[in-house]
């Protein structure tokens, strides 16, 4: 397996590949890989001939330096689990900050309809606009024929879609369902920073979503609400940031119920200092 850190030699790589006439899927992540991330590479490597895997922190979507400095850092394990999907037909592309940004790390500014403005975008300021920034450059660079993003990060998903449409970028995007942990806990790189009295109750997340998902069927949205946050009040180590049931094109937050809608509740939660995110289709 091939790992590239030079934005130059990895496109030099790719348009070989595409003279051959392969087909290219790219999987971006920030690497700390688990089972979710493999199942974006499995699935990518089902529809195409190599599929490019990046390894990049990007700085400018942090709003938070500290998380920043402790997000998990492991290119070792990260390549050595790639290793067992497959060694001829991935490769890795982990640049540096200078190749990305080029002395320059700062996000351009996006105007993604609207969808910038609701659930992350209220309480990781400038988040979107360095997602937008560095999945935007991977495109220049990778150009692949599709890419591949969990549902875990919903609003990230509908975004890159909006990104896509309003460059006209010739890529196809392709949301892939949220890898969970037996107990039901969403598969994240930052798990690995949970300590394990937080690792065993963080499953209460998804529990909460499943029943709030339940009521749905016969409460208003504002009920639904109510009742999650009394449940987050009443639990001693996690702490609610958002509880947002929203119509899952607009990511608008629902007024009143409407069956030709179709919505998703959206759940942002704090486990000691490490935020939690999660999402379940209601109808
Ligand atoms: O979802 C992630 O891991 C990141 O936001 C992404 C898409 C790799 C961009 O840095």
Known sequence: MIIFSQNMLIARAINELKAKKFTIGLVPTMGALHKGHLALVKKALNENDRVIVSIFVNPTQFDNKDDLKKYPRTLDEDTVLLKTVSKEKILVY?????????????SQK????????????????GHFDGVGTIVKRFFEIIKP????????????????KKLVE????????????????????????????????YKNTAPFIYKTLKVAKEKFGTKSANKVSEWVE???????????????????KTLKPVKRKSNKKVYRAFIAAYADDIRLIDNIALN
């Open 94 to 106: 982990a640049p540096t900050v200078e190749d990305i940004y080029e002395g320059n790390a700062v």
């Open 145 to 160: 024929h599709r890419a591949y993003f969990g549902e875990k990060d919903f609003q990230q998903l509908a975004i890159i």
């Open 230 to 248: 009394n449940e987050f009040a009443k639990h001693e180590l996690l702490k609610l940031e958002y509880f947002i049931i929203a119509d899952s």
């Open 110 to 125: 996006f105007d993604f309809d609207g969808l910038e403005f609701e659930m992350e975008g209220k309480f990781r300021a």
């Open 166 to 197: 309003k460059y006209n970028i010739p890529v196809k995007i392709i949301g892939c369902p949220i890898y969970r942990e037996t107990n039901g806990l969403a598969m994240s790189s930052r798990n690995k920073r949970l300590k394990p009295e």
